[in-house]
T-cell receptor
Framework: LAKTTQPISMDSYEGQEVNITCSHN???????ITWYQQFPSQGPRFIIQ???TKVTNEVASLFIPADRKSSTLSLPRVSLSDTAVYYC???????????FGTGTRLQVFP | GAVVSQHPSRVICKSGTSVKIECRSL??????MFWYRQFPKKSLMLMAT?????????EQGVEKDKFLINHASLTLSTLTVTSAHPEDSSFYIC???????????????FGSGTQLSVL
C-alpha cells in the first residue's frame, strides 16, 4: 500500500472551501484513492473515491493530477459539523493491507 | 448505501474476562474484513485481516492468541479479546470490502466501532 502524507491539522471558518492534500508518491497503477471522515468515537465514513482527474459527489470533490502522486479533497462551504479527521487511503483494497496515515484534523470555527 | 454493523458499541468488563465484538455486513457479502485498533487522537492501526473460511492474518506485534478472529460466514466476523487487561482498553473498529458493483470499484466500509474499557 502506498504510504500517504497529509497535513496534521487545518483550521477553517464556516462557509469557506477547504482543500486537503494527500501525497502518495509510490502509488501503483491499480491503486485507487479513497477519502474517509472520522468523528470522535465513530468509525470512518466513506466520502469519495477516485482514480484520476476529478470526481464529484454530493459532499465533496476529489482532484487527482495526471501523475497521481497526490490528491486533493475539496469540501465546499464547510460547516461546524465538518470538524473531523480526514484520512486518505491509497490501494487496490482487495490486494492490500489497509494502512492508515496520520489523517488531517480539520477544525471549523464559527 | 452499504452498511457494516458493529456490536456492541461500548463494553466495560473486569480484568481477566473475555469480550466478543461482532462485525456484520448487512446488505452484502464480505469475504474479507479488517480489524483495527485506535487510541485517543491517534490513527487507526491495522490488527488483522479476516478471511471467510480461513485463518486470519495478523499484523506484526498483534498476539493472535489474545485477539481471536473468526470469520465463519460471508457476513460475520468476530473479534474476541481473551483474558482482557486494562492495557487492552481501546477503540476497536472493523471494516468490510464491498465488492465491485456495476461500473464501480470495490469500496471499504467501516463499522461504528466498539469502545472497550477493562477495569
Amino acid at each position: 500500500l502506498a504510504k500517504t502524507t497529509q497535513p496534521i491539522s487545518m483550521d477553517s471558518y464556516e462557509g469557506q472551501e477547504v482543500n486537503i492534500t494527500c501525497s502518495h508518491n509510490n502509488i501503483a497503477t491499480n491503486d485507487y484513492i479513497t477519502w474517509y471522515q472520522q468523528f470522535p468515537s465513530q468509525g470512518p465514513r466513506f466520502i469519495i473515491q477516485g482514480y484520476k482527474t476529478k470526481v464529484t459527489n454530493e459532499v465533496a470533490s476529489l482532484f487527482i493530477p495526471a501523475d497521481r502522486k497526490s490528491s486533493t479533497l475539496s469540501l465546499p462551504r464547510v460547516s461546524l459539523s465538518d470538524t473531523a479527521v480526514y484520512y486518505c487511503l491509497v490501494g487496490a483494497l482487495k490486494a492490500d493491507k489497509l494502512i492508515f496515515g496520520t489523517g488531517t484534523r480539520l477544525q471549523v470555527f464559527p | 448505501g452499504a452498511v457494516v454493523s458493529q456490536h456492541p458499541s461500548r463494553v466495560i468488563c473486569k480484568s481477566g474476562t473475555s469480550v466478543k465484538i461482532e462485525c456484520r455486513s448487512l446488505d452484502f457479502q464480505a469475504t474479507t474484513m479488517f480489524w483495527y485498533r485506535q487510541f485517543p487522537k491517534k490513527s487507526l492501526m491495522l490488527m488483522a485481516t479476516s478471511n471467510e473460511g480461513s485463518k486470519a492474518t495478523y499484523e506484526q506485534g498483534v498476539e493472535k492468541d489474545k485477539f481471536l478472529i473468526n470469520h465463519a460466514s460471508l457476513t460475520l466476523s468476530t473479534l474476541t479479546v481473551t483474558s482482557a487487561h486494562p492495557e487492552d482498553s481501546s477503540f476497536y473498529i472493523c471494516s468490510a470490502i464491498l465488492p465491485r458493483q456495476g461500473g464501480s470499484v470495490e469500496k471499504l466500509f467501516f463499522g461504528s466501532g466498539t469502545q472497550l474499557s477493562v477495569l
